[in-house]
């Protein structure tokens, strides 16, 4: 009894323990969605808030908000890039660890960006600016070779399976033509436009016909000498003569029907015909 109380005690512990865990792993998922969708928010209202100020603040302040939005835009790009190409190649980790070097850098001038925005004093951005473009352009050009080796790699390899499936297609394919090797070499009847076997003609019939017609009179398949036409698909027989009359004696007879048998008068000799005068 004890023994039975000490096991549903354990697996009750078990089962708690069980619970607990799957409970926090629940929350931490759901922390890291909403953090997600959150951060996705916090971008789509600063993009949308540098692009209103590209256009509606010329001068040093648009010119910032135009350096921030196309750093942003081509991190983001790489990023989506190199993360859905890494799932499938694995040799895509070390540009992806060098990416993850460059948006240091990229983070680096967006916040140095940033500051300058709040920067009360117009002709020290002015100045800054040439110094942070060329940063920018640096950057920018780095994230694009990295997106773009990346996308033409998968490419490349789209493109090495498509000619691999096609080789294969086309040796299946003609796999299931086998006929028309056989049927090249003879009668152009058996063949169709592109190779395919003519109306009423089975495959094989070519060649079975050639071979039939190399052994003139003589074993299987000779063909009749006169005229040249028709095949024999088998061995010759011996001549059967014209259409004659059935023989009735030779009437095949069933189960069903009854003998006719012959009756003959008793007493009376066969073929004695009238009465005795």
Same mark, same amino acid.
């Given at each position: 009894m004890e023994?039975?109380?000490?096991?549903?005690?354990?697996?009750?512990?078990?089962?708690?323990? /069980?619970?607990?865990f799957v409970t926090v792993k629940a929350v931490q998922a759901?922390?890291?969605?909403?953090?997600?969708?959150?951060?996705?928010?916090?971008?789509?209202?600063?993009?949308?808030?540098?692009?209103a100020r590209q256009f509606t603040q010329p001068g040093v302040v648009g010119e910032l908000a135009q350096l921030r939005l196309t750093l942003r835009t081509s991190m983001r790009a790489t990023q989506e890039v190199l993360r859905a190409g890494s799932a499938d190649d694995a040799s895509l980790a070390e540009a992806v660890r060098l990416f993850e070097q460059l948006s240091a850098?990229?983070?680096?001038? &967006? &916040?140095? @960006?940033?500051? @300058?925005?709040?920067?009360?004093?117009?002709?020290?951005?002015?100045?800054?600016?040439? %110094?942070?473009? %060329?940063?920018?352009?640096?950057?920018?050009? $780095?994230?694009? $070779?990295?997106?773009?080796?990346?996308?033409?790699?998968?490419?490349k390899f789209a493109e090495d399976d498509l000619a691999a499936l096609s080789d294969q297609i &086309?040796? %299946?394919?003609?796999?299931?033509?086998?006929w028309t090797d056989g049927a090249v070499g003879g009668d152009p009847q058996q063949r169709g436009v592109d190779g395919r076997p003519a109306a009423g003609s089975r495959p094989g019939t070519g060649s079975? /016909?050639?071979?039939?017609?190399?052994?003139?009179? $003589?074993?299987?398949?000779?063909?009749p000498a006169s005229g040249g036409e028709g095949y024999s698909w088998g061995p010759l027989e011996e001549e059967a003569?014209?259409?004659t009359a059935r023989d009735p004696r030779t009437r095949p007879t069933f189960s069903w029907e009854k003998t006719s048998q012959r009756e003959t008068p008793r007493?009376?000799?066969?073929?004695s015909g009238g009465i005795a005068g």
């Open positions: 023994a039975a109380v000490a096991v549903f005690g354990l697996l009750f512990v078990l089962f708690v323990v /069980a619970g607990v759901a922390k890291r969605g909403v953090d997600r969708k959150v951060a996705q928010a916090r971008r789509t209202v600063e993009d949308t808030t540098l692009r850098h990229g983070r680096e001038l &967006d &916040d140095e @960006l940033r500051r @300058l925005e709040r920067e009360p004093s117009k002709p020290t951005i002015a100045a800054r600016l040439p %110094e942070l473009r %060329e940063r920018l352009e640096r950057i920018t050009h $780095s994230a694009e $070779s990295l997106r773009w080796a990346a996308r033409d790699r998968a490419r &086309d040796m %299946e394919a003609g796999a299931l033509r086998h079975a /016909a050639a071979g039939a017609g190399a052994g003139t009179g $003589s074993g299987f398949g000779a063909a003569p014209a259409i007493g009376r000799p066969e073929g």
